[in-house]
């Protein structure tokens, strides 16, 4: 059964311009049907440098293989010239369905496919090529690959998956969810107010709808409550960021520990202080604990800066980048990229606080950028920070979860108007 596909409520454009980004900084878990296609290829050590096609990698209870990689980070099927050697000589269907997809992220919602962007993508964060309705033939093939890849078959009610839980035992319904999401969209596409604040605003529409008693909600009443409540969090979010209080010492302290995470890269050409070993990843995090001095480089493209000088305020950000942050989340919402099955199965609530913390973790990173045009910079900020949003598993770890708990109860709209200044 094919399941439609509802594109995004904002124009995003994308086309590959052959960065080499993919090819050099990912790792492609293969299906056992695509690793014994490409072993039928015929491929040999010699063609690929030496190497084998495949690696191993994962606990012993649930190992799989991957591309395998050279030791500059490239995939061992990536030509000199920047071409992927599967796809020049057996065509672009022999290759696996992870290289085809990047940069689309497809969520199932339902009834229906939703579509996303990896900005991890440099094209996808500058928004190049064709509207993403003109790659629809190519992303119900991507659709109907993954379910398969995935085992995904409709449940009794038709849908393809769960809803995602508003938090902990409070379930949603599909329709619920998506009336949620549509609040959320409204309040991101009204440029009435900057960004910072539409996030603010949105934040204090999630803690509402979350304090509501939704068990002793009259049948039919959820639309309502939903207006209502986007009307509080409009009355309710200071218009002003600098009358909102600086974030707290511990709120400080958790904030540059998730900058850490965000902005670190452990392989690939871009790699930072991971490249360096152990000791030079704990003197990073002994850095960042204290946030005084040279920020550690945890992204190889982030130029050298101390804390010092990210906390000095920029003023506000021109229309072009508020531009590029609207068109980020409201992707990131829209898609439903930030819960749920695309989000390590985080609760409704839980994963737009953490994809609201993206905000001021690209804001930070941006300013270490003192001399380029300021869209640019947070462009750049935002293709690092969104290589982990939704891919990096450490985010849903326990102690990464308690972290954002805490910034969640009051901090997180602090960081936002602070790094907005």
């Not at 909600?217 to 509080?232: Q, Y």
């Not at 913390?357 to 380029?372: C, G």
């Not at 997180?412 to 602070?418: E, H, K, R, T």
Request: proline share 8%.
């Amino acid at each position: 059964m094919a399941f439609p596909i509802k594109h995004l409520p904002v124009l995003q454009n994308w086309d590959c311009h052959a960065t080499g980004t993919c090819c050099k900084e990912y790792r492609v878990t293969l299906s056992d049907d695509e690793r014994q296609r490409i072993e039928g290829q015929g491929w040999s050590p010699a063609e690929l440098g030496g190497l084998p096609a495949f690696r191993r990698a994962g606990p012993p209870w649930a190992r799989r293989y991957l591309l395998n990689h050279r030791a500059d980070g490239s995939c061992v099927f990536l030509s000199a010239e920047g071409r992927c050697r599967i796809h020049e000589k057996f065509g672009y269907e022999a290759k696996p369905l992870p290289c085809r997809l990047f940069p689309f992220v497809l969520v199932p919602a339902g009834d229906h496919w939703r579509v996303g962007m990896r900005y991890a993508c440099p094209s996808a964060a500058a928004n190049k090529g064709r509207a993403l309705p003109e790659h629809q033939a190519e992303l119900m093939a991507f659709a109907a690959g993954l379910a398969e890849r995935e085992h995904l078959a409709p449940l009794p009610d038709g849908t393809l998956n769960a809803p995602p839980r508003l938090e902990g035992s409070k379930a949603l319904s599909w329709p619920d969810v998506l009336r949620i999401v549509d609040a959320l969209v409204a309040m991101l596409r009204n440029r009435r107010d900057p960004v910072e604040r539409r996030l603010r605003k949105c934040l204090a529409f999630v803690r509402d709808l979350r304090q509501a008693k939704l068990a002793n909600l009259e049948p039919g009443r959820f639309p309502e409550l939903i207006g209502l409540l986007k009307g509080a969090a409009d009355a309710d979010t200071p218009a002003n960021l600098m009358t909102l209080p600086p974030p707290g010492w511990v709120g400080r302290m958790l904030f540059r520990q998730a900058v850490a995470l965000f902005t670190r890269k452990d392989h690939g050409p871009n790699r930072g202080v991971a490249g360096q070993g152990r000791i030079a990843l704990l003197r990073a995090a002994v850095r960042f604990a204290r946030g005084k001095g040279a920020i550690p480089r945890m992204h190889r493209i982030l130029p050298e800066s101390t804390f010092e000088e990210v906390e000095v305020p920029r003023g506000p950000l021109p229309r072009e980048a508020e531009e590029v942050l609207e068109r980020y989340y409201l992707v990131k919402v829209a898609s439903l990229q930030f819960c749920g099955a695309a989000s390590f199965g985080l609760p409704l609530a839980e994963g737009f606080a953490l994809l609201a913390l993206t905000y001021p973790i690209a804001m930070f990173a941006a300013r270490t950028w003192r001399d380029v045009p300021r869209e640019q910079a947070v462009t750049q900020a935002l293709t690092i920070v969104d290589d982990h949003v939704g891919f990096n598993r450490v985010l849903a770890t326990f102690r990464q979860r308690l972290g954002l708990s805490i910034l969640a109860r009051g901090e997180l709209s602090n960081l936002i108007a602070w790094y907005s200044r």
